[in-house]
T-cell receptor, first 108, second 114 residues
């Protein structure tokens, strides 16, 4: 069965303090790795899709990278509005399997 | 472009009662998904529709959960009878055609079973 593990479970950073979130996975045939952001009381909001090892994508202060066993979401100089839960999901066949998320808090 | 719509946003029921949730996907999206998200966990797929046919319902507790998408657009998810452990957020998502296409999520329905 697919397994997706995210770490850390929670992360508190000062505004401007860069860091990385980790998503490790075990699937036999990865079709895609997805990153979503989820704010309290809302549905997940799509951020990135990565398809193959070595691929990178960027959006504002976020950059996602992918290796054969894990993905990182790098956050550069975060702002308080970046506070949210970040979910990763892996796709094998048609189905998305989600991790439990990293709850990120940026302190002004 | 309008996103995925869901209603109601909140529902509180007693155990053993029934409840139904409604979802309207993004216009033109053929694939519709229902997920269950328990507090502190990631979403778990319950059922996937391609147009009005079921693609995957392997994790749907069929003794109490049912879902339909009669005209290939809107969908309803029903729980009857509800149990305490069904308390969760029920998320609907849609994608253009399934496969590697991005899934876009609605705001969810928060269910509390007392």
């Amino acid at each position: 069965e697919d397994q997706v593990t995210q770490s850390p479970e929670a992360l508190r950073l000062q505004e401007g303090e860069s860091s990385s979130l980790n998503c490790s996975y075990t699937v036999s045939g990865l079709r895609g790795l997805f990153w979503y952001r989820q704010d309290p009381g809302k549905g997940p909001e799509f951020l990135f899709t990565l398809y193959s090892a070595g691929e990178e994508k960027e959006k504002e202060r976020l950059k996602a990278t992918l290796t054969k066993k894990e993905s990182f979401l790098h956050i550069t100089a975060p702002k308080p509005e970046d506070s949210a839960t970040y979910l990763c999901a892996v796709q094998e066949n048609e189905k998305l399997t989600f991790g439990t998320g990293t709850r990120l808090t940026i302190i002004p | 472009e309008a996103g995925v719509a869901q209603s109601p946003r909140y529902k509180i029921i007693e155990k053993r009662q029934s409840v139904a949730f409604w979802c309207n996907p993004i216009s033109g999206h053929a694939t519709l998904y229902w997920y269950q998200q328990i507090l502190g966990q990631g979403p778990k797929l319950l059922i996937q529709f391609q147009n009005n046919g079921v693609v995957d319902d392997s994790q749907l507790p069929k003794d109490r959960f049912s879902a339909e998408r009669l005209k290939g657009v809107d969908s309803t998810l029903k729980i009857q009878p509800a149990k305490l452990e069904d308390s969760a957020v029920y998320l609907c998502a849609s994608s253009l055609s399934g496969g590697r296409e991005t899934q876009y999520f609605g705001p969810g329905t928060r269910l509390l079973v007392l």
